[in-house]
Each structure stands twice: as structure tokens, then as C-alpha cells.
């Protein structure tokens, strides 16, 4: 059973516009949550990493946030850009030094101009 | 600075073929490891290692095997390829610590018929 689960599926935004994305996880012990990008093709590339005391992290346009009591996070996308299309993977540590990593399935991103 | 280079970037294989995919990383990291991404799922674990002559099993080690001779180079061998192992195959490697990010290449796609 995952126990990363990522919402929505998909979603297709307008240029300039913002949106959020949802991870839930059932991960314990939780030691920190990343969000890294992938591109079509590519490998994924890291975005943010939270340790379970952080309750936001930014990285430009990009702001996750973290709930380590109800084990939630969200990614913020800030003024979408066309390069924002993408998919976006929640990614959970259970414990530090541990690189058994629990892997959304990750939320597609279509930007539309 | 290359960072983490697989190839090849596309393989077809028949059924009961054996092939080696190649990783290698040129930023001196400890930790390697392999994964592979199908449609709808997260990435799974396949084999890690945390230095040279050291490998475990990761979730789905079934059909694979893996070396680590040098710091650098990370092959993963298919032994007999089966359909099920069609899929994208991901190598990432980490410089070790607690709150350090993967590194990805850019992945194999792998078909087997």
C-alpha cells in the first residue's frame, strides 16, 4: 500500500496563474518530506526539503508547507510559468540515514498559455 | 560537472535476453541506488548501495542484480528480461547526511517484448 498519496492526478493551469498540490502520507517514523520536479523525459530534480520541525520551505515560485501533525504537505506554485509543466513528486524519509524513500506518484502539471 | 550519466538513454529487449545498464556519478557520492517509475505508480527502490563493495535490496530486487567496485560506477544487470520489467529506470546517488537530496540521471526506458 503507498503511503504517499498525492492529489490531484493531474491539472492543467493558465499562464500566470497559481496553484496547490496535496500530499498526504502515512509514513512514521518521518524524519523529512521533499518535493522534487520532474520534466517529460528526465530525471526528477529536488525542489524543497522539510525536517518534520519545518513548516515552510521556499524556493522561488515554488513554497511547500508542512503539517507533521495531521501529515500533510502542499506545494504552492506562485505566477505559473510555461516551464512549470511538469510532474511533481512528494517524497517522504521515514528516518534519518534511512534512503528507503516512500515516492508519490507524483501530480502532472500542464501550464497552458 | 556531469553529475549522474546513465546509458543507454533507450534499450528494446526480447524476452530471456540479459543486459547491463550503466550508472555512474562524478561528485565522489557514498550512497548509489536504482529505481524504476511505471504509469500511476511512485518510484520504487530496486538495489542501494552505500559505498564501494556494499549493496542491499530494496523493494522490488526481484530480476536484478547489482556491483559496486568502484565509488563511480553503479551497473545494473538484467538477468533474464521478462515483460514485467518494462518500465523507466532511474539511478540517483546522495552525498550521505541527514537532510542531503538524491541526485537523478536521466533515465533508461526499457521495453521488453
Known amino acids: 500500500k503507498n503511503q504517499v498519496e498525492q492529489s490531484p492526478q493531474s491539472l492543467i493551469i493558465l499562464e500566470g496563474k497559481n496553484c496547490t498540490l496535496q500530499c498526504n502520507y502515512t509514513v512514521s517514523p518521518f524524519s523529512n518530506l521533499r518535493w522534487y520536479k520532474q520534466d517529460t523525459g528526465r530525471g526528477p530534480v529536488s525542489l524543497t526539503i522539510m525536517t518534520f520541525s519545518e513548516n515552510t520551505k521556499s524556493n522561488g515560485r515554488y513554497t511547500a508547507t508542512l503539517d507533521a501533525d495531521t501529515k500533510q504537505s502542499s506545494l504552492h506554485i506562485t505566477a505559473s510559468q510555461l516551464s512549470d509543466s511538469a510532474s511533481y513528486i512528494c517524497?517522504?524519509?521515514?528516518?534519518?540515514?534511512?534512503?528507503?524513500?516512500?515516492f508519490g506518484a507524483g501530480t502532472t502539471v500542464t501550464v497552458r498559455a | 560537472n556531469a553529475g549522474v550519466t546513465q546509458t543507454p538513454k533507450f534499450q528494446v529487449l526480447k524476452t530471456g535476453q540479459s543486459m547491463t545498464l550503466q550508472c555512474a556519478q562524478d561528485?565522489?557520492?557514498?550512497?548509489m541506488s536504482w529505481y524504476r517509475q511505471d504509469p500511476g505508480m511512485g518510484l520504487r527502490l530496486i538495489h542501494y548501495?552505500?559505498?564501494?563493495?556494499?549493496?542491499d535490496q530494496g523493494e522490488v530486487p526481484n530480476g536484478y542484480n547489482v556491483s559496486r567496485s568502484t565509488t563511480e560506477d553503479f551497473p545494473l544487470r538484467l538477468l533474464s528480461a521478462a515483460p514485467s520489467q518494462t518500465s523507466v529506470y532511474f539511478c540517483?546517488?546522495?552525498?550521505?547526511?541527514?537532510?542531503?537530496?538524491?541526485?537523478f540521471g536521466s533515465g533508461t526506458q526499457l521495453s521488453v517484448l
Open positions: 540517483a546517488s546522495h552525498p550521505g547526511g541527514r537532510n542531503e537530496k538524491l541526485f
Open positions: 561528485m565522489n557520492h557514498e550512497y
Open positions: 517524497v517522504v524519509s521515514p528516518k534519518p540515514n534511512d534512503y528507503k524513500l516512500s
Open positions: 548501495s552505500v559505498g564501494a563493495g556494499i549493496t
